[in-house]
């Protein structure tokens, strides 16, 4: 049996929503292990002077958790 857990995430870019994508993939993965989906939920921008400053999206990141043993058992 396979228990996962479901994190929310912001990532931002200057250049793209997919560079904000990568880029809170590349994060998530180097800190969660098993991760195994990202939903984009949100995108939005960020504006300075009536031009796009910011590319932001939120993502749902699914990861499986690790089985570990009690030290008792």
């Known amino acids: 049996m396979a228990v996962a857990r ?10 793209s929503f997919e560079d904000a994508i ?3 993939v ?3 993965t180097k800190t969660l292990r098993n991760v195994k989906s ?3 939920k949100e ?4 504006l300075e002077d009536g031009v796009i400053s910011q590319y932001q999206v939120n993502m749902m ?13």
């Open 38 to 40: 990202v939903w984009v």
């Open 26 to 28: 590349a994060r998530a």
């Open 6 to 15: 479901v994190i929310e995430l912001s990532a931002t870019s200057q250049k």
């Open 43 to 46: 995108q939005s921008l960020n």
């Open 61 to 73: 990141v699914t990861f499986v958790l690790d089985d570990t043993m009690d030290a008792g058992s």
């Open 22 to 24: 990568q880029q809170g």
